[in-house]
């Protein structure tokens, strides 16, 4: 009986070792990952699987991976310019309701079919199957007909007006272009598609779930071939290990919103060894203050919490320099948004307290929190607690407006709690950023003006709201250049100017490389690939 | 024995059926629409008709109960629903990712005995020596250190200072010992301090005495009788950690991007990835259920006396 214990022992560590060889064995095939790094190869980090590659759908695939392989009939450049993609050139009827498509003739898929205009429409038809699930973007709820001319020429017809088709078009997904192999025997693209086929400068070659993806340039590619030949994603889910794995040289380039902490970026950056870019404003980070709220439906109080903090200081004390101070409710980089007439306010105490007064909202001798009719001012925060940045934000603002005699209280929730309260309107005052190109600004004034998203119930406090949601509606409709970027500024303008919607920072992207990556630049479209132009020295 | 070893089997039958109630109503006590979740996972202002079909689709739109006793019977026929968010079976997502879990369990149990067998033994024996001081700062430091911390020092030591093991990834044995590691470190703590203290208990009984009378080599005694007695209690230890192993997986697997069912179990959290957060506490649960039965069961093969216990109470 005494022998039992050490035999059994002996046997589990037998066993195991055993299953452990057993289970090695079967993943001993993939060595030559790190091995085949010296060629013209990109290694990138990215922190969730590239999922199925499904251009029609949204979880799990990714946008970078999904634009690799996939591309839109319009292209977003810098400056908000609209560029012809996939499509050559296209006409606009004059009511704004017919768009004639003229397509590229020399486009092949990567399993070498041709593009055209069938392939379009057969696209275009999988989306409109589940056009309630694309409602979001405006121009699919709106589409009335899809036809096919000729080989080369499409023609889509909307039920109204709406200038952003050509905007929204250049989006991610659900609008890119699957080739026939792809699509299931049924050609529901919402279940799934059968294989990856797209007409863009990457080819998935090598795909292990959640592990990597390997990308193959498309060396028939129809427009400017990419300089590196491949490139490698490894999935690493946590910050600090993708800042690890880029320190021991396993990585070549890490880029994106958010992908590591900003002391790991300026850490890294100190060391002189990598080169870095940060881009231009992607999106603003608003606070939306709720006008529904007693405290907060006078003007004079909005007014007083933006002129009550240190702007400028908080967001150079928050990001350390990797977002830039605010002045505008939406980036002055995105169409129709650089010519907003607003007065931009400067930080100034002395003002917010005499426009607290003004409102009533006197400081009682002895306390520090100010009162009307006994009321104490006080304010609560949400905030998304997975996002740090909010967090320390919150809680600056809370110490500055204490200075001013406003109480805040922060309250940290999750994302869906977060989104789910605003739209239910039960907040006082909450973070919001913009979706940013290609979305904005139309997407943006759209959420505002649509009931159950948040804004149009916030707002409700501003005298002129009918006004701003009817020119709302009005903007995506007229066909007259001039006459939309009035409306633009007008709707922008008189949103920041009484103050519910409260600038703070403009967002930027980061990357960090190797110093023998060159050429990288920051992708116009938000969500596109950055690969195309970058080079890896051999 | 076949009647204690069939009567434990049916207990586990209510017992299970508890652990899916619970489940299921902790997942509905939370105030997180999924189809709700799945929209801001992409980043997405869903209209509410796009909010309405993803709930119908989930099927949310049925009355709890419905849900629930759907949820059961499927659950009975081994079929653990949709994911969410990949649109796949969830069987299918977690099997796939299943062997990886268990190659990082093997690995670290293999690491944990080989190293607390032969330090909680000398520790035991000599007791206040320095091999006594090092395992109980071992222990120390394997109970409070948290996984993922000791994660990334490791990989901070080993891998980017000193270059031996890849920071990440799978496929050979070097991408396995710094998870394994990791993972086997509070194991390695615990083990450590129940042989020792088994075989300080074992050297108090008088079998001990007997044999050091018999003038037999103190060598002998510690390893031939001391050690086979005292590692009774590691080998329930063991069991009992098997089901712990895997819940500590979900951390070492996001620090090292193991490909294995804990990340994407952490994942479907995020996600509100129901079916999948169902499922995932289901197998744990089932999986801690039949390691104590395994474990009782082995206790009953060392010392009958268990089982004869449990015969005379009746």
């Known amino acids: ?538 | 024995m076949a009647t204690y070893v069939f009567k434990r089997i049916i207990t586990i039958v209510p017992i299970f059926l508890i652990a899916t109630f619970i489940t299921f109503g902790m997942i509905n006590l939370s105030p997180v629409d999924p189809a709700e979740a799945y929209f801001a996972a992409a980043h997405i202002q869903a209209t509410d008709e796009a909010l309405e079909q993803k709930r119908h689709e989930f099927g949310l739109d049925q009355p709890l109960l419905i849900q629930y006793v759907n949820t059961v019977i499927k659950i009975c026929q081994f079929d653990f629903g949709i994911s969410y968010v990949t649109n796949k079976p969830v069987w299918e997502e977690i099997s796939a990712r299943i062997p990886a879990t268990i190659q990082l369990t093997i690995g670290s149990l293999l690491i944990a005995i080989l190293v607390s067998v032969p330090i909680g033994f000398f520790a035991g024996i000599k007791k206040n020596s320095g091999i006594d001081h090092f395992s109980r700062f071992l222990s120390f430091i394997g109970a409070s250190i948290p996984s993922f911390w000791l994660g990334y020092l490791f990989i901070f030591f080993f891998s980017v200072k000193l270059d031996l093991f890849p920071v990440e990834g799978t496929g050979t044995w070097e991408h396995l010992i710094l998870p394994s590691l990791t993972l086997a470190f509070p194991l390695i703590a615990l083990y450590t301090r129940l042989l020792r203290a088994s075989i300080l208990e074992n050297l108090q009984e008088s079998y001990v005495l007997f044999a050091r009378t018999r003038g037999l080599h103190e060598m002998v005694i510690m390893g031939k009788h001391v050690l086979r007695i005292a590692i009774s209690p590691m080998i329930t230890g063991l069991g009992m950690n098997l089901g712990n192993l895997l819940t500590g997986a979900i951390i070492v697997e996001a620090v090292f991007s193991w490909p294995g069912f804990g990340r994407y179990f952490l994942e479907a959290i995020f996600n509100r990835d129901v079916p999948v957060i169902q499922a995932y506490v289901l197998l744990a649960a089932g999986l801690f259920l039949i390691s104590n039965l395994i474990v009782d069961l082995i206790q009953m093969y060392i010392d009958p006396r268990i089982s004869r216990k449990g015969r005379q109470l009746q």
């Open chain 1, 1 to 538: 009986m005494l022998r039992k214990p050490v035999l059994i022992i002996s046997m589990i560590i037998l066993i195991l070792s055993l299953a452990l060889m057993g289970c090695s064995n079967e993943s001993a095939e993939n060595k030559e990952d790190t091995a085949g790094k010296s060629d013209n190869t990109l290694t990138f980090a990215w922190p969730r699987d590239i999922g199925e590659l499904n251009p029609h759908m949204y979880n799990p695939s990714q946008l970078f991976s999904t634009s690799m392989v996939y591309e839109p009939l319009v292209s977003f450049g810098d400056g908000g310019e609209l560029q012809p993609h996939l499509a050559e050139s296209w006409d606009i009827s004059t009511d704004g309701k017919e768009y004639l498509f003229h397509l590229r003739q020399d486009v092949k898929f990567s399993d070498g079919t041709s593009f055209n205009a069938e392939i379009v429409k057969k696209n275009f038809d999988a989306i409109l199957k589940n056009v309630d699930f694309h409602s979001w973007l405006g121009f699919i709820s709106k589409i009335a007909q899809t036809e096919v001319i000729d080989e080369y020429t499409f023609k889509l017809t909307l039920t109204e007006p709406y200038y952003p088709t050509i905007q929204e078009l250049a989006v991610v997904r659900p609008v890119r272009f699957l080739g026939e192999a792809g699509f299931p025997q049924d050609g529901d693209t919402s279940k799934g598609v059968e294989k990856p086929v797209g007409t863009g400068p990457w080819v998935l070659d090598e795909y292990k779930v959640d592990e990597y993806a390997v990308f193959k340039r498309n060396e028939d590619y129809w427009g400017e071939l990419p300089n590196v030949e491949k490139i490698t994603v490894k999935v690493i889910p946590d910050a600090e290990t993708r800042v690890l794995a880029f320190e021991k040289g396993e990585l070549d380039l890490l880029y994106g919103e958010g992908v590591i902490s900003i002391d790991s970026f300026n850490q890294l950056k100190s060391t002189g060894s990598y080169g870095t870019s940060i881009s231009e404003p992607v999106a603003t980070r608003q606070l939306v203050m709720n006008t529904t709220k007693e405290q907060l439906s006078d003007e004079r109080v909005r007014q007083a919490l933006h002129y009550g903090f240190n702007k400028a200081a908080l967001v150079e004390g928050v990001t350390s320099g990797l977002e830039e101070k605010a002045d505008y409710i939406l980036p002055t980089n995105l169409p129709y948004t650089s010519d907003i007439d607003v007065t931009t306010v400067k930080y100034n105490v002395e003002k917010a307290q005499q426009l607290l007064d003004e409102a009533g909202w006197k400081l009682p001798k002895g306390k520090t929190v100010r009162e009307k009719d006994g009321t104490p001012l006080e304010v609560e925060l949400m905030y998304n607690s997975a996002e740090s940045i909010q967090k320390t934000m919150a809680e600056t603002l809370q110490a500055e407006w204490a200075g001013i005699g406003v109480k805040l209280n922060i309250v940290g929730v999750e994302l869906t709690t977060q989104v789910e309260r605003f739209k239910a309107n039960e907040f006082e005052m909450n973070f919001f950023s913009n979706y940013g190109a290609p979305y904005d600004p139309h997407s943006f004034v759209n959420v505002i003006a649509t009931e159950g998203f948040g804004f149009n119930e916030a707002i409700s406090a501003y005298p002129n709201k009918d006004e701003i949601f009817s020119k709302i509606a009005k903007v995506t409709q007229t066909t007259d250049e001039a006459e939309r970027q009035q409306l633009y500024s007008d709707i922008l303008g008189s949103l920041q100017e009484q103050g519910a919607i409260l600038p703070i920072s403009y967002i930027k992207k980061i990357a960090i490389y190797k110093k023998d990556v060159s050429n990288f630049t920051f992708p116009a479209n938000r969500d596109e690939h950055p690969f195309t132009g970058v080079s890896v020295k051999e």
